[in-house]
């Protein structure tokens, strides 16, 4: 960067790289606990994700759990750059598939409930839900950043998803007593203030 646009290339870069690491520290060690505290708090994970800092009220224990699971390859690994970015690449593609997976939601239930009242509706629906789909499947397709490493790249997320899809098999059908692909009821997800 700095070869082809000096110094001035060197500072966007800089600053682009800040930016996108406050993004990704942002996403996981905010708005990951919050999940899992939501999810605790519906009996979909472990309670202990649910427990709240008694002066700050936040999902402390969850927090902890996302550092540690995103500290945990570093201290494996390194701090090997190659590593690291084959895990955030990994990373990227697991949170892809997570974002697939939510329009795929939508466009159930929006043909589920058609009829329900929504505080928004996704205007041209359900062409910006597909074209989403397409566009991530896309970049997950392409996310490899050489044809050598496409294995190790799929890999890394391929394991995260599976272990993750394992958990979530085993939590749905042994402690939550539900079938895998019975559908909940809407009026039991909604939270009553």
Not at 42 to 49: E, K, L, M, V, Y
Not at 146 to 155: C, H, I, M, S
Request: hydrophobic fraction near 55%; proline fraction near 6%.
């Amino acid at each position: 960067m700095g070869a082809v646009f000096g110094e001035t290339g060197l500072i966007f870069l800089t600053i682009a790289a800040f930016t996108a690491t406050c993004s990704t520290v942002n996403t996981s060690l905010a708005a990951v606990p919050r999940m899992l505290y939501g999810m605790a708090k519906n009996g979909q994970t472990f309670a202990a994700f649910g427990k709240l800092h008694g002066k700050y009220q936040t999902p402390w224990v969850a927090i902890t759990f996302v550092a540690v699971a995103t500290g945990a390859p570093i201290l494996i690994y390194g701090v090997d750059a190659d590593a690291i970015i084959l895990l955030l690449i990994g990373a990227a593609i697991a949170w892809l598939i997570a974002y697939i997976i939510a329009h795929v939601d939508v466009i159930v239930l929006r043909m589920r409930y058609p009829d329900r009242d929504r505080p928004f509706k996704t205007p041209l629906y359900p062409l910006p839900q597909i074209v989403g789909i397409a566009g991530m499947l896309y970049a997950i397709w392409h996310a490899s950043p050489a044809p050598e490493l496409t294995g190790k790249v799929f890999g890394i997320a391929g394991g995260v998803l599976v272990a993750g899809a394992l958990f979530a098999a085993y939590w749905v059908m042994f402690v939550m007593k539900k079938g895998l692909f019975t559908p909940e009821p809407i009026e039991n997800l909604v939270e009553e203030d």
